[in-house]
């Protein structure tokens, strides 16, 4: 059974910094492509940033130069590093597989003064 859960979420100003945690388990995970999704009320998800298992790295042109998504396949766990955000990045961070898909419950993140 696959789980992904997401944790990290929270309450910060505008300019701060948040990172996110997506555990998973009962996939390979190293294999496994995984992605950063988000889902801001009265909004449709929106792709963030994705990560290979090679590495390689995408990210919504929003969200580049401020986000990174990086993993390490020793804890089945990928990341999302935020760094300045705005109040435009509030939402609802949920992370991904892609074959086949899976996603987690998702982490509030709050960008308010």
């Known amino acids: 059974q696959v789980h992904l859960v997401e944790s990290g979420g929270g309450l910060v100003q505008p300019g701060g910094s948040l990172r996110l945690s997506c555990a998973a388990s009962g996939i390979s995970f190293s294999r496994s492509a995984l992605g950063w999704y988000r889902q801001a009320p009265g909004n449709q998800r929106e792709f963030v940033a994705s990560i290979l298992s090679t590495g390689f790295t995408n990210y919504a042109d929003s969200v580049k130069d401020r986000f990174t998504i990086y993993r390490d396949n020793a804890k089945n766990t990928v990341y999302l590093q935020m760094n300045s955000l705005k109040t435009s990045d509030t939402a609802v961070y949920s992370c991904?597989?892609?074959?086949?898909?899976?996603w987690g419950q998702g982490t509030q993140v709050t960008v308010s003064s």
């Open positions: 991904r597989t892609y074959s086949p898909p899976y």
